[in-house]
């Protein structure tokens, strides 16, 4: 079985600040992918970042980029310059090998303050 | 861009009625999904369906079913709604080719009276 954990339920930062979001995670699989998910309050739920387990290097979109430690399987979100648009839910997620379900960790709501 | 259309975005069924929830993708996407969201939860996976007329249960199954005839929609079936399934729905949509990610619709709030 698959498990996402996200310590974190509630995170604030100011505007133009960096932050950096937790999740762990636990999976028998040798190839998986990672990935986090925004969703704004009433909003869609859209893809920030991805990172397939076999890589190495730490994906990076813009603002966003992630600290990848296969070992600690661990999965973080840096969001640099905060803002106020990037208030919003945080999901982080796994999908194991050939098995294309997601396992959502339970969030991180992140406000950004002025 | 990909489209995941949801029916409706608010939703009040009473309890016991068969409630039927619609999904829409323009991609010709293979997989189809449905969740459920519900706070201090995350996301819990109902349904999914690998291709049209397939099917497989997912985490919480238990009073849903579904409905994949054709490629683009996929439907989520409350047969005899209870107050306990008031919640946020989700559909996605993913590519195999690939293993792209999921898309997700706008979600459909349903309320159970």
Redesign the interface.
Known sequence: AQTVTQSQPEMSVQEAETVTLSCTYDTSENNYYLFWYKQPPSRQMILVIRQEAYKQQNATENRFSVNFQKAAKSFSLKISDSQLGDTAMYFCALSGGSNYKLTFGKGTLLTVNP | DVKVTQSSRYLVKRTGEKVFLECVQDMDHE?M?WYRQDP??????IY?SYDVKMKEK?DIPEGYSVSREKKERFSLILESASTNQTSMY?CAS?M?LG?Q???????TRLSIL
């Open positions: 997989n999904f201090g939860l995350g996301l819990r996976l999914f997912g989700l993913r195999v293993n990610p999921q898309h997700f619709g706008d979600g």
